[in-house]
């Protein structure tokens, strides 16, 4: 190949840029540049560097790019999500954590930070990829953590996650509506961020509709709503009487999930929370006395 017919890293990212805006991606630049750290195996920060010394694109670049064309994830391309200040392994058959459940995580660390109690338990109920319990276990090292979760897919990329932090948190397999018979009582936050999308509303995202798992996304019912209070209620027996309760829900939930919440006599403070875009976002509860 003579040097002249050597694509510049520069103008290949130019063009996926292109590429991907076409595909309908609005975040086209932010992507390029993440696949090409992909492809170099190294960091954003390097890319722009060698986008500026006029280094080759790399090899399998332009697949990776054509794959996110196809509106295949990001995430399941790199194989990688942030999450707060962990990074977790993520693909096929895990939900992808996503930025507004990092706020929710940080209710349930806040509370924690100003605990007086020096052992505090957190149980993450549908903890997925493990996102939430390893970053709670990550930024509060006392704390005793334990995640559960239904899919066998996901419960596999959790323990994954847990072993490459080496974070010391129990995950186990199974259903979170019955989790934890050895904690009943005894539990001081139990978050939860379950499959909430009202069954019916198909998400446009293709990236959400067709890659993350069915059973992450829907409420079982058509507000959604199903699953979730069958875990509020199992997050009733297993907090102590003054616990804290944290659930993500979705924004047409502000009103509905704090409501049914209310008619149980299980909660009191119960206070709705809005993400960075100003929507409804997470319930928080205090099991009451
Ligand atoms: N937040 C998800 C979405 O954006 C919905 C399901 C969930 O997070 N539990 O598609």
């Known amino acids: 190949m003579t040097s002249g017919s050597v694509v510049s890293l520069r103008d290949a990212v130019r063009e996926a840029v292109r590429a991907l805006s076409d595909a309908g991606i609005s975040s086209a630049e932010f ?64 939900f992808v954590p996503r930025f507004e459940t990092e706020l929710v995580a940080g ?19 549908c903890t997925g990829s493990g996102a939430i319990a390893l970053a709670i276990k990550d930024e509060v090292p006392a704390a005793q953590v334990y995640g559960v979760e239904l899919s066998e897919l996901a419960h596999a990329w959790a323990i994954r996650n847990r072993d490459d932090l080496g974070l010391d948190v129990d995950i186990r397999l199974g259903d979170a509506t019955a989790a934890f018979p050895d904690l009943e009582g005894d539990v001081d936050v139990v978050v939860c961020n379950p499959p909430y999308i009202p069954v019916g509303a198909i998400p446009n995202d293709p990236e959400v509709r067709d890659h993350d798992p069915e059973i992450a996304l829907y409420g079982g019912s058509h507000d959604g709503l199903r699953i979730p209070l069958e875990v509020a209620a199992r997050a009733g027996f297993l907090l102590r009487p003054g616990g804290l309760f944290v659930m993500e829900h979705a924004d047409v939930q502000g009103r509905s ?22 929507r409804p976002r997470a319930v928080t509860a205090v099991r009451a006395r």
């Not at 920060?45 to 295949?72: C, N, Q, T, Y």
């Not at 209310?262 to 119960?270: E, K, V």
């Open 31 to 94: 992507d390029a540049v993440a696949l090409a750290a992909c492809a170099l195996k190294t960091t954003t920060s390097e890319v722009h560097k060698l986008m500026i010394m006029g280094a080759p694109v790399p090899a399998g670049f332009d697949d990776l790019v054509a794959e996110r064309a196809r509106r295949v994830p990001l995430q399941h391309l790199t194989g990688r999500a942030g999450f707060r200040r962990i990074e977790l392994c993520v693909g096929p058959g895990v």
């Open 107 to 125: 209710l349930a660390i806040a509370h924690l930070r100003q605990a007086s109690r020096v052992r505090t338990v957190v149980v993450d109920l």
């Open 257 to 278: 999930l704090p409501a049914a919440l209310a008619t149980t006599g299980l909660w009191q403070d119960i206070q709705d929370h809005e993400d960075l875009n100003g």
